[in-house]
């Protein structure tokens, strides 16, 4: 029998200590390098702060993370060391990219090599439960696991990225997925292998958020900047050890998940590349209507809450419809208001 505590409380809390010591530390050392968010020498158009932030938020976090996985996850296997190297390619770019802000493309390439190492040690989605009844293996067709898995882990790198535009946004989503996540690891009879190391790395990534929040909710006293990819690698990751069930992790994460899937639908329709940033996202209309950025973290936190807790009881066949209803009602409401502030006062520029 294994003892909760030793899964959930203690990697959560230790993964908290650790990030919160490791954050004021790590804010010295990004201090003394000039990795700092100047927004007068910074051209980015999705800036809204006003005075030079110190990014390259992934540091603390995935000191966080390693401190508490040398704890709890010790002895290594080949799982947790393709994981966390993977990870740490992912902060060493991610570092480099927060300091010189190098091309997208160089970042996504960074990205696939980090899915590759993942999917290399066997972590892949080998089968999906089919909402209409069975289970759909996917490893009846090669290599369409390691292919499924390498666009999923890309796509969360990419689409939490995108969800850090306010302060506390992306810390709290990250760590109420985990925490959906890591229970759901949890759930089974039999607990192997791959669902413990899902379960208690779900907490180590929840505890490590919940730490680097009181550094980053408003007014935030670091970014999370680029580096901090290498969580939403890890975040990926448990997701698929979870037993593959990757609805969960799309309704638990599904606001910014639908926001990003029109931000690249956006772009490329109108013949611009996706990787390259604007001012358009669901964060970006909501203050555009003056709401405050305390409260968009709180609108996004909220719903991350609501949509984990319903993952947590729906079937396979209700997750398809709530993630349905979840595409239309955050595609219209980015619709509506994006031309609902064109039409008054055009704040978001579009």
């Known amino acids: 029998m294994i003892d909760k505590n030793l899964i959930i409380i203690f990697p959560l809390v230790v993964a908290f200590l650790a990030t919160i010591i490791a954050t ?32 390259g938020g992934g540091l603390p976090l995935f000191l966080g993370i390693l401190i508490a996985g040398a704890i709890f ?15 740490f390619i992912a902060l060493v770019v991610g570092l480099l990219d927060d ?11 960074t990205n696939i090599l980090s899915a590759l190492i993942v999917v290399s040690a066997g972590i892949t989605v080998s089968f999906i439960t089919n909402p209409f009844g069975g289970i759909l293996f996917l490893n009846q067709i090669e290599f369409l696991p390691q292919l499924i898995s390498i666009v999923w882990i890309v796509w969360v790198m990419n689409m939490l990225n995108w969800s850090k535009g306010v302060d506390g946004q ?36 929840a505890g490590s958020s919940l730490g680097f929040l009181i550094f980053n909710f408003y007014p935030a006293k670091i970014f999370p900047g680029y580096s901090a990819t290498a969580i939403y690698l890890l975040l990926a990751v448990v997701s698929i050890l979870s037993s593959a069930k990757l609805a969960t992790a799309i309704l638990v994460m599904g606001v910014p998940m639908m926001d990003g899937l029109f931000t690249v639908f956006r772009r490329i329709m109108t013949g611009r590349s996706p990787f390259w940033h604007d001012k358009k996202h669901l964060h970006h209309l909501l203050l555009g209507l003056g ?27 209700g997750k398809l419809f709530a993630i349905i209803m979840l595409l239309i009602i955050v595609g219209g409401g980015i619709l509506y208001l994006s031309r609902f502030l064109k039409r008054t006062n055009g704040k978001t520029n579009i």
């Open 99 to 109: 300091k010189f802000d190098i091309s997208p493309y160089i970042r996504f390439a």
């Open 24 to 55: 004021p530390l790590s804010l010295i050392l990004i201090r003394k390098m000039g990795i700092l968010d100047d927004p007068k020498i910074h051209k980015h158009p999705a800036i809204i702060h006003t005075k030079p932030i110190p990014r």
């Open 291 to 317: 709401l405050s950025q305390r409260k968009i973290a709180l609108f996004y936190w909220l719903f991350s809450a609501i949509l984990g807790s319903l993952a947590l009881v729906l079937s396979s066949r």
């Open 170 to 205: 992306m810390p709290g989503i990250v760590a109420i997925s985990a925490i959906v996540i890591g229970m759901l690891s949890l759930r089974f009879p039999i607990i192997d292998q791959n669902n413990l190391i899902s379960a208690q790395l779900s907490f180590i990534i």
């Open 73 to 87: 996850l010790w002895p290594p296997n080949e799982i947790t060391i393709a994981v966390f190297f993977a990870g």
